[in-house]
């Protein structure tokens, strides 16, 4: 990151938390609508990215202020069983959005007993322990969650599904319990998304080699299917949970008649572990995804990844949190090092990270960050058209308010 950036970053900073005050005066800070079955809550956040030797997730090697999310989002308990809720985002990133406001999640629930409930609407996915917390950054210590488990370039795919889920809570005596979803639906894709802007590229490039001028502008990714299940662990042991967490989809993108891609995720499974002690706190997960891509009928991609990471904080004072995160990836568990195409030589993630996290009062927190990489997974070559080099770093700050 050039430090030369960094006065322009904190006049901007410092202009949006004045804005944000007065935006939102202490009075209004919580807000219940004058009863407490029904709830608003929301957060705003604004951040800076930078990063040198590669662009990643856009045109971030001159540094951009596009790191912005806007969520409100509503609850109603109309009865002890029976509730209402959703959230609207604003989610405006380097290269996935035109920055417009979209359902995130919108659900209706009921929950008959303790071990039964049912959920309808946009619900969403289990993934791992923090999939369904990635929009409330307030929740984690990271800028960015751990690419491996969390690739930010597929958050459209792994973030929420249109259809039903049924869930409920299993005690285990001693032991502690056991909450478990199991879901099922279909994804809806914004014309914005990366992985559609990578489809594209795939008409660009077919495009340049067969001398034909195919126009992307009627080009349509969807969904077939999505289905998982999950189970959370919350121990006896005080600090200590875990999770194991399944899903399988299928997605397909059609410009006119032809099919331009096909990827089918035959299966994602992420297993996870975390554990808080004192001012300490452990978090590790492990995933492999098999999956088979075909790109114009062509098999691009067959057999399974693999990614895991290990995240150690500390926290010296309640407000303040220092992250040590290690965090791998490869493209293909059994070939890990086998090119990806010419324009990416290097398709694994070797992520070594440090991150600070200071909660200004119980509304404000700020975070920094800062990643050296070896590797160029996470389409890399899309945002990196003249070729990518294998070692790069970025870093990134955040500035976010909820209430």
Known sequence: ???????????????????????????????????????????????????????????????????????????????????????ALYCHLPANSKGKIRADWLVAEYHFTDPFGVRLGKIKMPMGLYNMERDSDFLRPLIFLPQSIYDETRRDSWQAHW???????????????????????????????????????????????????????????????????????????PGLRGALTFLSLEDESWLYDKQVNNLRVKSKIVASLEYSWQQFSLAAEYSETDRKQEQLNVVTLNGPSQAWYLLLSYSPIEALTFSLLYDEYYRLK??????????????????????????????????????????????????????????????????????
């Open 1 to 87: 990151m050039s430090f030369s950036s960094f006065p322009s970053m904190r006049v901007q900073l410092l202009s949006l938390t004045t804005f944000f005050c007065m935006l939102f005066p202490p009075s209004l800070w919580a807000i219940n609508l004058g009863s407490d079955r029904v709830q608003l809550h929301g957060f705003l956040t604004q951040g800076y990215l930078e990063s040198n030797g590669n662009n990643f997730l856009g045109t971030t090697e001159d540094g951009t202020f596009r790191l912005t999310e806007i969520g409100l989002n509503i609850n109603a308990h109309l009865t002890d069983k029976f509730r209402l809720g959703g959230q």
């Open 163 to 237: 259809g039903g889920e049924i869930y409920g809570n299993l005690l285990l005596n001693t032991w502690g319990d056991v909450d478990y979803q199991l879901f099922g639906g279909r994804i809806q894709y914004d014309d914005d998304s990366l992985a559609t802007l990578a489809a594209t590229e795939i008409v660009s490039r077919y495009n340049k080699n067969n001398a034909l001028r195919l126009s992307t502008d009627d080009l349509n990714r969807e969904n077939n299917y999505v289905y998982g299940a999950a189970l959370f662990f919350n121990s006896s042991i």
């Open 334 to 403: 059994n070939n890990r090092h086998e090119p990806a195409g010419p324009r990416n030589l290097y398709p694994w993630r070797k992520d070594l990270a440090a991150s600070l996290r200071y909660d200004i009062n119980e509304h404000w927190t700020f975070k920094a960050e800062w990643h050296t990489i070896d590797g160029a997974a996470f389409y890399m070559g899309f945002f990196n058209p003249q070729g990518t080099e294998r070692y790069w770093q970025y870093g990134a700050l955040k500035l976010s308010f909820n209430f």
